[in-house]
Nanobody, 121 residues
Framework: VQLQASGGGLVQAGGSLKLPCAASGRTFSSAYMGWFRQTPGKEREFVSSINWSGQYTYYADSVKGRFTISRDNAKNTVYLQMNSLKPEVTAIYYC???????????????WGQGTQVTVSS
């Protein structure tokens, strides 16, 4: 699976961004998809994930209620809608995929190149 994330940018606190991640490869529709993020000096951390059908979604406690993950298997794309953005979510966001459940402590098999999200105060 090849992953191409986009949609990052500079936004003011309280604003919104939607990150799409386009996937290619035959296994997309059967893969768990998700997002991690990383800030300088810190390890990459789990943000959110979704199962192949979209029935099950998972979120880090820090983003619950503000971020929403979804996927469109017909378009081979997973989305991360981020609302009520705060400066502390500034990071590089990576799209990920794996045949296993993607959760905290899991190192997904496939990683995209990352997209920078910067929230100004």
């Amino acid at each position: 699976v090849q992953l191409q994330a986009s949609g990052g940018g500079l936004v003011q606190a309280g604003g919104s961004l939607k990150l799409p991640c386009a996937a290619s490869g035959r296994t997309f529709s059967s893969a768990y998809m998700g997002w991690f993020r990383q800030t300088p000096g810190k390890e990459r951390e789990f943000v959110s994930s979704i199962n192949w059908s979209g029935q099950y979604t998972y979120y880090a406690d820090s983003v619950k209620g503000r971020f929403t993950i979804s996927r469109d298997n017909a378009k081979n794309t997973v989305y991360l809608q981020m609302n009520s953005l705060k400066p502390e979510v500034t990071a590089i966001y990576y799209c990920v995929a794996d045949s296993r459940v993607i959760w905290i402590g899991v190192d997904p098999a496939y990683w995209g190149q990352g997209t920078q999200v910067t929230v100004s105060s």
